[in-house]
């Protein structure tokens, strides 16, 4: 089970965009994320008349490695870990360290 899936709101730890929120976009891999408006950079694009596509200059969002991005935790206002834990019914469940709260409730 991921501790950190697509859609949920994160924290940036390190980096320089650190102290940011975003949601994620998509999951590059195991280890790599998309947030939305974090790790933006310039890129250069080739026009390619085959595709319809125009070049120039765009803004386009890199992934970001996962030790870098914390679950935002609405409770403090904070990145918070995240643990799994399995409940009474035996669905597997992800909750704060810091107040063990669920995130998924």
Sequence with gaps: MN????????????????GRRGTIVQRVDDEHVVVEGVNVVKKHVRPNPMKGQVGGIV???????????????????????????????GRKARFFKSNGELVDA
């Design 59 to 89: 803004d386009k969002a890199m992934p970001i490695h996962i030790s870098n991005i914390a679950l935002f935790n609405p409770a403090t206002q904070k990145g918070d870990r995240v643990g799994i834990r399995v409940l009474e019914d």
């Design 3 to 18: 501790k950190i899936r697509k859609g949920d709101e994160v924290f940036v730890l390190s980096g320089k965009d650190k």
